[in-house]
């Protein structure tokens, strides 16, 4: 019997659309587009999916260099059943996908943003690397999501130094009050801390 390898198709949510239109471009400061990425955040939250589950707690957006969204993401790790959806790296597939490039910088010519509202995880951070964005700009920091009960696994300890020596320039804390309450919304609401092995291990 032949094996029978099955499609890979990442659909994102019918409302993100409507949700970006609110936004007329260019988004011309970087406190706007941290808030569209912590909008997605919420929305995904907000939303429910046929089981009546909310989406992850994480939104990411990347930018041109005149502020212009290239391609959004959000946490789709339970909705597609796809560990490594996360919001950084949805919104990382998708631009690449719609520019024709592996690499986001173009060959160093360019340097697009990736606004995310929480630090990345170790996932995110090496998806960061070779995905060729210029500029990270994060909301919430790891301990933010730690401590809502999220693992974000064994991310190198000089990981800002790291983005730096790569030519990516780093800026964390970005409205990082309101990116925090969206992880504490989705707990306190009762969204799941979800990861392979349970309670002891999971991941945001």
């Given at each position: 019997m032949?094996?029978?390898l099955?499609d890979?198709?990442?659909?994102m949510p019918?409302w993100?659309?409507?949700f970006?239109?609110?936004?007329?471009?260019?988004i011309?400061?970087p406190?706007?587009?941290?808030?569209v990425?912590?909008?997605?955040?919420?929305?995904n939250v907000k939303?429910?999916?046929?089981?009546g589950q909310p989406?992850?707690p994480f939104?990411?957006?990347?930018?041109d260099?005149d502020g212009?969204l290239?391609?959004p993401?959000?946490?789709r790790?339970?909705a597609?059943?796809?560990?490594?959806l996360?919001?950084?790296?949805?919104?990382l597939?998708?631009?690449?996908?719609?520019l024709g490039?592996?690499d986001?910088s173009?060959?160093?010519t360019?340097?697009?943003a990736l606004?995310?509202?929480?630090e990345p995880c170790a996932?995110?951070?090496?998806?960061?690397?070779?995905?060729?964005i210029?500029?990270?700009?994060?909301g919430?920091a790891?301990?933010?999501?730690e401590?809502?009960?999220f693992d974000e696994g064994?991310?190198?300890?000089?990981?800002i130094?790291?983005?730096e020596a790569?030519?990516?320039?780093?800026?964390t804390?970005?409205?990082r009050?309101e990116?925090t309450?969206?992880l504490?919304t989705?707990?306190?609401d009762?969204?799941?801390i979800?990861?392979?092995?349970?309670?002891?291990n999971n991941r945001?």
């Amino acid at each position: 019997m032949p094996f029978i390898l099955p499609d890979l198709h990442i659909e994102m949510p019918g409302w993100v659309a409507s949700f970006l239109a609110r936004y007329p471009e260019p988004i011309d400061t970087p406190r706007k587009r941290m808030e569209v990425a912590i909008g997605l955040s919420l929305e995904n939250v907000k939303r429910t999916n046929a089981s009546g589950q909310p989406g992850g707690p994480f939104g990411a957006v990347v930018f041109d260099e005149d502020g212009r969204l290239v391609a959004p993401g959000v946490n789709r790790v339970m909705a597609e059943n796809n560990s490594v959806l996360h919001a950084e790296i949805v919104a990382l597939m998708l631009a690449q996908k719609k520019l024709g490039t592996f690499d986001l910088s173009f060959g160093g010519t360019r340097a697009l943003a990736l606004y995310t509202s929480t630090e990345p995880c170790a996932m995110c951070f090496g998806a960061v690397c070779w995905s060729g964005i210029g500029h990270l700009v994060c909301g919430a920091a790891t301990r933010d999501a730690e401590a809502v009960g999220f693992d974000e696994g064994p991310r190198h300890p000089d990981w800002i130094r790291e983005f730096e020596a790569r030519g990516i320039r780093v800026t964390t804390g970005l409205c990082r009050k309101e990116a925090t309450a969206v992880l504490r919304t989705y707990v306190a609401d009762g969204g799941v801390i979800y990861n392979a092995g349970g309670p002891s291990n999971n991941r945001g």
